[in-house]
């Protein structure tokens, strides 16, 4: 195998969204800090009502993915295509959004831990005015596996070997093929994940401590860290383990023109995305 390593860190930053809901951005906090198809990362964690009971209220989005994951907390989902869901612990919500679609995403608690992660994935230009879609997972669709001692893993999207046999999660393949695995490893375990040739690639550490490839660059709590090329990165854990989501999907090589939650290839589109939206047609 030829393995990755780390070749950027994205530390991630105190940030706001919705209705002033608190959270931390790594990807997507500034336009160049993106990982084509990877638009933006944000996650979500407080034992604090007033950090995140405003919610999302109902707003627009066009041309991507949206992928919620839920840890703690109970948050409901509704979208103008008549679609509702409620996701609690370890479950999953893909939307998505592709010519348009107006949702809301409100905390179903008054008191407690709210903790989870938001990606945004890019579409192709050849996609992003399809037929709007949403699919919500619960976290019993979403297969566990040991695959070595002391290491246990989340397939959400994309596909991995287990001696021998493939474990595929149940998200939605679309585009990019991504990849989207919850890896939780034990105190001072070292285990190699296989990740597709070509695809671009990040690890986001949410607890513990790790190490990343065989010369074993640090990477750092609550960071992205970009991987370069390889169809293989190895993870070893802290002495506290370690929890990182393990991401990875094709590069689509094409311009991103965003403004706010349209994201497009070009100017004129997302002037057509607002008017759109102005008007009534968009959702």
């Known amino acids: 195998m030829a393995g990755r390593s780390l070749a950027a860190v994205i530390d991630s930053v105190p940030a706001s969204d919705g209705a002033g809901v608190k959270l931390r951005r790594s990807l997507g906090q500034a336009d160049h800090l993106r990982h084509d198809p990877f638009l933006m990362l944000d996650e979500f964690f407080s034992d604090n009502p007033d950090d995140y009971l405003a919610g999302f209220p109902p707003h627009p989005h066009r041309g991507f993915e949206t992928v919620t994951y839920m840890l703690d907390g109970r948050m409901r989902h509704e979208d103008s295509r008549g679609n509702r869901g409620d996701l609690g612990p370890g479950d999953v919500q893909w939307m998505t959004a592709a010519r348009g679609i107006i949702h809301s995403e409100m905390p179903q608690q008054a008191e407690g831990r709210m903790r989870g992660f938001q990606l945004w994935l890019n579409l192709p230009a050849s996609h992003k005015m399809n ?39 149940p998200a939605p393949t679309g585009p990019t093929e991504p990849l989207f ?35 074993g660059g640090a990477l750092p709590h609550r960071a992205a860290g970009l991987l370069s090329d390889g169809d293989a990165v190895q993870v070893t854990a802290g002495p506290e383990g370690a929890r990182l989501l393990v991401l990875a999907a094709r590069p689509i090589r094409e311009p991103v023109v965003q403004y706010g939650p349209f994201v497009m290839n070009s100017r004129a589109e997302i002037e057509r995305a607002i008017l759109d939206y102005q008007q009534g047609r968009l959702g």
């Open 131 to 169: 037929p709007a879609a949403y699919r919500d997972i619960p976290a019993g669709e979403i297969p566990t596996v040991e695959p070595a001692q002391d290491v246990r893993v989340k397939v959400i999207a994309g596909t991995i070997l287990v001696d021998g046999a493939p474990v595929a999660g």
């Open 181 to 215: 695995l919850d890896l939780h490893l034990a105190p001072g375990t070292a285990f190699t994940v296989p990740l597709p040739t070509g695809h671009a690639a990040f690890l986001y550490l949410y607890e513990g401590s790790a190490r990343i490839g065989a010369d």
